[in-house]
């Protein structure tokens, strides 16, 4: 069975640096996709970067960024320039024969 | 391009009775999924839909859950009867191609169970 990981259920960051969120998985199928979805307190999941996992390089967008490590089954976040609306829950999903979830990490950013 | 939409969108009812959801997916979705996401938690994979047939639904209460997409379009999502436990936000997400792209989400129904 698929199984997504995030070990760290909650980050702070200053407004303006830069942040990394964890997230590890687990898995046999060897097609597959990974996402971070962001939930602000309205609940609406909203994609914000994706990796296809025949892809060596590294997925960007903007100030969002991903390091894809396929053989240790690691896929962390790095948000640059941390935004106030950047404060919301964040997951990390697996997408291959089923969508599956993590456990999610509340993102905080002080002014 | 219309998005998920699901209703209603807040609900309360008491343990023992029975409620629905409705989720209308994006048009030309094949896939059609359920989440439960209890307060603080990661959404729960209910049931996967591929067209009008079941992908998945291992992890779907089936003495009280119930699901079904008509004519792979529409679907509802059935809780009889509710429990106190059950009481979650319902999310309904569709995504164009089986594992391909990724999934786009309604906003959600909130079920308060007292």
């Known amino acids: 069975a698929q199984t997504v990981t995030q070990s760290q259920p909650e980050m702070s960051v200053q407004e303006a640096e830069t942040v990394t969120l964890s997230c590890t998985y687990d898995?046999?199928?060897?097609?597959?996709?990974l996402f971070w979805y962001k939930q602000p307190p309205s609940r609406q999941m909203i994609l914000v970067i994706r990796?296809?996992?025949?892809?060596?390089q590294n997925a960007t967008e903007n100030r969002f960024s991903v390091n894809f490590q396929k053989a240790a089954k690691s896929f962390s976040l790095k948000i640059s320039d941390s935004q106030l609306g950047d404060a919301a829950m964040y997951f990390c999903a697996y997408k291959g024969n089923k969508l599956v979830f993590g456990a999610g990490t509340i993102l905080r950013v002080k002014s | 391009e219309a998005g998920v939409a699901q209703s209603p969108r807040y609900k309360i009812i008491e343990k023992r009775q029975s409620v629905a959801f409705w989720c209308n997916p994006i048009?030309?979705?094949?896939?059609l999924y359920w989440y439960q996401q209890i307060l603080g938690q990661g959404p729960k994979l209910l049931i996967q839909f591929q067209n009008n047939g079941v992908v998945d639904d291992s992890q779907l209460p089936k003495d009280r859950f119930s699901a079904e997409r008509l004519k792979g379009v529409d679907s509802t999502l059935k809780i009889q009867p509710a429990k106190l436990e059950d009481s979650a936000v319902y999310l309904c997400a569709s995504s164009p191609r089986w594992g391909n792209t990724e999934a786009f989400f309604g906003q959600g129904t909130r079920l308060t169970v007292v």
């Open positions: 990796q296809e996992a025949y892809k060596q």
């Open positions: 898995t046999s199928e060897s097609d597959y996709y």
């Open positions: 048009s030309g979705h094949a896939t």
